[in-house]
């Protein structure tokens, strides 16, 4: 089959506000014996692309394609045949026409070529590669955060701050799965009424009510016994008001900006658990990636993991700017996506 010499792309050549993202032309990829070629059908939008873009976490290369996060099809397995004939390899059941999700950074282009033992994951028939994009960064780190993170059992109190976002609305599934109460923060009405129907017990608006003084009521006294938080720097110094004797506050994100450096002393008071984890050092290895992407699309499949999506945006500069300022302003639930082709 012969391919283009160049690719469309959406990136940026240096670091910046929404205003460096630019449509870029780039070679076709240079495909290793080891890689799988993928032509892209969808990409994500994620608070770690703003990050990148922005400087906040130092970018790779340049220029950048924006997205850490794609779907589409396998066009090309790859031409080590002592690789394909591992059992390895077969077990994670790639073939060429299969749909996969992919989350590399600068992803958003064309055509992508990826290491087979990257962070790449084989959809099935049942789940489409919108769905299979729109689920795999936010579902992954949803699912090893009640897994890993904090093992959220029966009975637990769990505290998700800006619930309604794409992350929350699955912590918030998984979590009430599991038995435990779930409580959420967020800005509005409607948002709560969404985290509701995504599993939420009670949900606070935090623009109006004390967050603190509710979860003390909510919790009579005892605090939670997790506090999943993506805000960051706003919501951090009030989580160890809430959190409960030999809780856990998993600190994940940066929405509102990076939490300053803590004195471990701040975790004498009540014995409490801090981390800050990243899904890459959860889904690792081979058999870990295996596992988070055969659960993920197993829920998803199933029904028992919904995925809301908020909106598509097109595959251009303007709109992938609009999809991050959308993003990080605080106008969406669920998740944003960029039409990169045609299903």
Not at 41 to 61: C, H, K, M, Q
Request: net charge neutral; aromatic share 8%.
């Amino acid at each position: 089959m012969s391919y283009p010499a160049t690719v469309r792309s959406v990136g940026i050549n240096k670091i910046g506000g929404v205003e460096a993202i630019e449509d870029l032309t780039l070679p076709f990829p240079k495909r290793k014996p080891n890689e799988l070629l993928v032509k892209v059908e969808w990409g994500g939008v994620n608070f770690i692309d703003t990050y990148l873009r922005s400087g906040l976490y130092p970018a790779p290369f340049l220029p950048l394609p924006m997205t850490r996060e794609a779907s589409g099809v396998i066009v090309e397995l790859p031409s080590d045949e002592a690789l394909l004939q591992s059992e390895e390899f077969k077990l994670r059941g790639f073939k060429r026409g299969g749909k996969v999700a992919v989350g590399n950074t600068g992803s958003l282009k064309e055509y992508i070529s990826v290491p087979w033992d990257s962070y790449v994951y084989p959809v099935p028939d049942a789940v489409s590669t919108r769905v299979a994009v729109a689920a795999l960064l936010q579902g992954m780190t949803a699912i090893a955060q009640v897994t890993e993170s904090y093992n959220v059992q029966k009975g637990d109190l769990v505290l998700i701050h800006t619930i309604a976002g794409g992350v929350g609305l699955l912590l918030a599934q998984l979590c009430k799965a599991r038995g435990a109460t779930v409580i959420g923060t967020t800005s509005t009405p409607e948002k709560a009424e969404l985290a509701t129907v995504h599993g939420a017990d009670h949900v606070i608006l935090y623009k109006s009510e004390d967050v603190v003084q509710r979860v003390n009521e909510l919790t009579r006294g005892l605090g939670p016994h997790v506090i999943y938080d993506g805000v960051g720097k706003d919501t951090f110094d009030a989580d160890f008001k809430m959190i409960r004797r030999k809780g856990t506050i998993v600190s994940f994100g940066n929405a509102s900006g990076a939490v300053p450096p803590v004195p471990l002393f701040k975790l004498t008071e009540k014995n409490v658990k801090l981390l800050r984890p990243t899904v890459d050092k959860y889904v690792f290895t081979v058999d870990e990636k295996n596992f988070y992407g055969t659960e993920l699309y197993r829920l998803v499949a199933s029904g028992e993991l919904k995925i809301n999506i908020h909106g598509e945006y097109p595959f251009t500069a303007d709109g992938v700017q609009r999809a991050q300022l959308d993003l990080v302003e605080g106008k969406t639930t669920g998740k944003l996506l960029i039409k990169v082709s045609n299903e």
